[in-house]
């Protein structure tokens, strides 16, 4: 009898391991073949300044418009575009897109000052990334300075000292430098003077329980206070509340983003922001 059972769960285990295996695979020809069709696009989230609480800028989120899976979040299929190295591509995609958009949305009026474009540790680890960076730009005929690369704590930590060279030659092309995630990352804060970076965005886990998490409370306090004191740009990720946005204003943190201004919409909808004067729980 246990025996049976035992080689009843044996098989069953065998079984279900060669399914994930086959639904990976299924997945990446799925990502390649999504590439190759067209379903990627971006959404756009308003960053909003904390001092005229107008939108000031945009983050440029990516989705995946994938047959009979509706609108597929980048969650679910980064870490797997990472590992295969379709990120490479995908990223390629995402940076053409955002510049031809913010370009299409500055010649139409748009009083915006940024777009801002996730970079993937992959992408930043090529050698050739602020060659690739500029071809883009010049493609697209975006101005440099209108664009924001984010890069989180860990794509810079996993590579060491070059990590500096590469970023000057990111911030040579006269665009800004954003960490993104701030505070998640396993890293020395030494970086932050060391490196040509321009703004931090604080993790949203560190926004979520204000104003009912004192500890929290304080960290924010820390960062934006630091980031004051080293001449960075500071924004908060994830405003969801009211509170939350008054206890920011009240830390002077420079900007913030999240669903209580808006969630990332299709580009479409993202026009009538613009000269918005956004306020408390607008939109
Ligand atoms: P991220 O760069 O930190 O982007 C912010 C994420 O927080 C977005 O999730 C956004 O929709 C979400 N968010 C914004 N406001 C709020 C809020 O008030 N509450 C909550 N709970 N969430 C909020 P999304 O679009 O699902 O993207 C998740 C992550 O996927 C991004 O985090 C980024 O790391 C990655 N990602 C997205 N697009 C790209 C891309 O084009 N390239 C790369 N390499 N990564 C991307
Ligand atoms: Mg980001
Ligand atoms: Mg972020
Ligand atoms: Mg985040």
Redesign the pocket.
């Known amino acids: 009898q246990a025996k049976k059972g035992g080689r009843n769960t044996y098989r069953f285990y065998t079984e279900s391991l060669t399914e994930v295996a086959n639904q990976r695979v299924a997945m990446e020809v799925a990502l390649r073949q999504g590439l190759e069709r067209g379903e990627f696009l971006?959404?756009y989230?308003p960053l909003i300044d904390m001092s005229s609480m107008r939108p000031v800028g945009v983050?440029?989120?990516?989705?995946w418009q994938r047959p009979g899976a509706g609108l597929v979040?980048?969650?679910q299929f980064?870490p797997l575009a990472?590992e295969t190295g379709l990120?490479l591509p995908?990223?390629e995609f995402?940076l053409g897109a955002a510049c031809s958009q913010m370009k299409r949305w500055l010649e139409a009026g748009a009083d915006i000052e940024t777009v801002a474009?996730?970079?993937?540790a992959h992408?930043f680890h090529q050698a050739d990334i602020a060659q690739r960076v500029a071809a883009i730009l010049e493609e697209t005929g975006l101005p440099p300075g209108y664009l924001e690369l984010?890069i989180?704590e860990s794509a810079l930590m996993d590579f060491g000292e070059e990590a500096e060279t590469r970023l000057r030659a990111l911030k040579d092309l006269g665009l800004r430098l954003a960490i993104?995630?701030f505070g998640t990352g396993y890293s020395s804060l030494a970086y932050l003077k060391r490196f040509p970076i321009d703004k931090i965005?604080v993790?949203?886990s560190f926004v979520?329980d204000i104003p009912h998490d004192t500890a929290d409370m304080e960290i924010v306090a820390t960062v934006v206070a630091m980031a004051k004191n080293l001449n960075l740009q500071v924004l908060a990720?994830?405003?969801?509340t009211e509170a939350q946005l008054a206890y920011l204003r009240h830390l002077k943190c420079d900007a913030a983003?999240?669903?209580?201004f808006s969630?990332?919409v299709p580009p479409l909808e993202f026009p009538p922001l613009w000269n918005a004067v956004l306020g408390f729980g607008v939109v």
């Open positions: 971006l959404h989230q983050e440029a989120l990516l989705r979040p980048p969650g980064i990472e990120i995908l990223g995402v474009v996730n970079l993937s992408q984010e989180t993104d995630d965005k993790d949203q979520r990720e994830g405003v969801e983003q999240g669903y209580l969630r990332p």
